[in-house]
DNA sequence: TTGTAGGCGTTATCAA
DNA sequence: TTGATAACGCCTACAA
């Protein structure tokens, strides 16, 4: 196909490569009428630069990556338009980019910083367990957004976004104790998780502990490997496991609200009844959790807010108006039809 | 930061480039121990290779791209996972890249070609009416999963993968003519929508005829502009008002299963029942419709297989063992509780 | 098995 | 306002 270049497109209008490239990028330093002609060319050629090219050459961007781990994930889309349209309104380029499950995230943010000479990096899901050596090798401003860094970090090694999955956990398993539940059953993350499913896991032990109860071992469950963790599917097996083992519960705690609907299922499959026969409460408040039937209790997160402050705060980093900035938000524990008290 | 390069490696090895060339890339024509000793100054080094130098240079990649409209669609989540465990068996690298709404996926598919040497492409979702011009820029194979061209197009202009949407629209609206409806709203896409939506709508017409009944103009019901197309939202506001109408139906037909699901929010709002006031069908099969309360009628569509053989068509491209490919899929009618006979 | 040198397509520098 | 020309970082003939 000989793909055509910028080269090409010089020698067709009679000018210098250096005009063409001006032409292209907007270049104060060029006659009007020389740059339409040049621009007609382009046009009539179907000429498109080559961003490798370009990318090798220039040193200044003005591109903004959002990498994100687990890209299915519903929670992250709301988060995603914000960072998107936030990006474009400060005139920079947006791009998403997928990583994968066993990808190392700071690895590919730092091949990516090299590749695209980005600006600015934010950071969507993910554990986020690595060596401080290898996050230095991250020269280039970055957010973590709905996440944290592990304990062995120093917070001015970074910037982040979240809400307190503990205090959250606590908040609505704590409104579920002051329904009168006692034996309150936990879907969670493998104890090994040492991010939000551990500090959520922990929010529970917390809430029932301060209201006398005991972490009961037979009604913590843990997520199944091997499936799509946190999901329906997920949430589905588990509950129906717990209901079959006829361990006595009333009430059953998802930390996340995809979770949550699939325990829903498990219970209405067995006959039962939300919240008749079991309340449930999930995490994260995704917009199905208000269009399910019934309406599931949940903790929403301001993803909006959120999304909005990591941009905020990643263009003050980009700008030097701070090193580093953690902004904790609160969750909102929303009341709605799956739960109820106990008579 | 004065980032490394490939020269400075060979200059602490005190080796040539060509040398640290073959190492990083696995060449067979070099000394397994100089290798070795290389590799290990690279990691010392945390040297990583520019991406844009390689693609510049390289003239085969063997990466394939997925560009995709609407990332945040559920229906899509299934085919990505496929498409990307289908691309690394067959040992190519796997892009996702997102299109913008408004953005033409021809020219980014053309720009993503020529900036990373693309030896495939995957189109998925998007309307897809493009001039036949523009299609002939991209001289890289590629395949339409889950949509085909407008008429103007010939087959063998392109390859694709899709169900036949009128088809197994007349077939879900069949049934609920079979189950005694006669008066079954559907939201649909506007109008000017050439695609799914309307092959869905005229399914819908044809199978009201054939069953003798017509076309009640009350109870077309276009989705929402300004809200995301096919959500739950839309199909929520929309039921909302046709509620209010006070039109009288007994059936709807949502041409989405999350706007179903959203119609489910709207009747369970209103103080009716499903399927006993209403029945409710779908389209898609996601996950959701089997967890939701009850469960959706709808028509699966075989995300899975459609999936690989949309690679295997690709692959077929890439090695010429065609020219191009056209594979319909039958949806599978996946009779719920949504829906009852009315007596 | 190794090294030298040229070029991929673009932008930046500097002189005209 | 323009145009040669030198990088950018890498790969690959080709030569050694």
């Known amino acids: 196909m000989a793909a055509i270049t910028i080269k090409d497109i010089a020698k067709m209008c009679g000018v210098g490569v250096t005009t063409v490239s001006r032409a292209i990028n907007n270049h104060p330093d060029i006659n009007e009428k020389t740059k339409a002609r040049i621009m007609k060319v382009i046009k009539e050629n179907h000429y498109i630069p080559n961003n490798s090219a370009r990318n090798l050459k220039r040193s200044n961007s003005k591109t903004i990556a959002v990498l994100i781990k687990g ?4 929670f992250f889309n709301k988060s995603i338009k914000i960072f998107e349209k936030e990006i474009k309104d400060k005139k920079y380029s947006f791009i998403l980019q997928r990583v994968e499950e066993k990808q190392d995230e700071i690895e590919v943010a730092i091949e990516l910083a090299k590749e695209k000479r980005l600006r ?58 002051s329904l009168g539940h006692e034996k309150i059953a936990i879907i969670t ?44 599917e997920n949430g589905y097996l588990v509950t129906k496991e717990l209901l079959e083992f006829n361990e006595e519960f009333t009430a059953i705690y998802a930390v996340s609200d995809s979770m949550a609907i699939g325990a829903c299922k498990a219970i209405f499959e067995a006959g039962k009844r939300i919240p008749e026969d079991y309340s449930v409460a999930g995490f994260d408040g995704l917009d199905i959790s208000f269009y399910y039937q019934p309406s599931i209790t949940t903790i929403r997160q301001p993803v909006e807010e959120m999304a909005e402050e990591t941009i905020k ?31």
Chains 1, 2 share one sequence.
């Open 71 to 74: 890209i299915t994930n519903p």
């Open 120 to 177: 600015g990096i934010v950071f969507l899901g993910g554990a986020f367990s690595h060596s401080k050596e290898k996050l230095q090798q991250l020269t280039v401003p970055f957010v973590l957004s709905t996440m944290r860094m592990t304990q062995e970090f120093d917070l001015s090694d970074y910037s982040s976004v979240s809400v307190d999955d503990f205090r959250e956990s606590y908040k609505i398993v704590d409104y579920l104790c």
């Open 189 to 232: 993350a493998p104890m090994s998780d040492v991010s939000i499913g551990k500090l959520r896991y922990e929010g529970y032990k917390r809430a029932l502990e301060s209201h006398g109860l005991k972490v009961d071992d037979a009604l913590v469950r843990i997520m199944k490997e091997g499936i799509e963790s946190y999901s329906m």
């Open 313 to 343: 705060i990643l263009f003050d980093l980009i700008n030097e108006k701070e090193t580093y900035s953690h902004k904790i938000f609160s969750g909102e524990l929303l009341i709605r039809d799956s739960t109820k008290a106990l008579n």
